[in-house]
Nanobody, 127 residues
Framework: QVQLVESGGGLVQAGGSLRLSCAAS????????MGWFRQAPGKEREFVGH??????????YYADSVKGRLTISRDNAKNTVYLQMNSLKPEDTAVYYCAANNGLVRRLGVPNEYAYWGQGTQVTVSS
């Protein structure tokens, strides 16, 4: 069982930056694929980005809507994955969730591919 705890959300002006963290329990964090999703009010949960397990190269993948502005990284020594968000826009406002799966994920953008989820952290971008 893996527990995920997100932090780092808040209120920021358009054009600003935030860094979200997702701390995971467990001793084999490096073996987990990690994803970030977001959900705005009245909308479905949306894929943001993904980082593969370390043994597969920790490759990163992003939704087109955030490519070039958001960056995912992982620190296995701290059992933490990060989402660095730059040049934020009001449309980035949402609850951001991290998700994990032990091993590779075939369909990166499908929430059901991930076995574990955090509770979410609110990001609000004002115009």
């Amino acid at each position: 069982q893996v527990q995920l705890v997100e932090s780092g959300g808040g209120l920021v002006q358009a054009g600003g930056s935030l860094r979200l963290s997702c701390a995971a329990s467990g001793r084999t964090f490096s073996d987990y694929a990690m994803g970030w999703f977001r959900q705005a009010p009245g909308k479905e949960r949306e894929f943001v980005g993904h980082i593969t397990p370390t043994w597969s190269g920790a490759g990163t993948y992003y939704a087109d809507s955030v490519k070039g502005r958001l960056t995912i990284s992982r620190d296995n020594a701290k059992n933490t994955v990060y989402l660095q968000m730059n040049s934020l826009k009001p449309e980035d406002t949402a609850v951001y969730y991290c998700a994990a799966n032990n091993g590779l994920v075939r369909r990166l953008g499908v929430p059901n591919e991930y076995a574990y989820w955090g509770q979410g952290t609110q990001v609000t971008v004002s115009s």
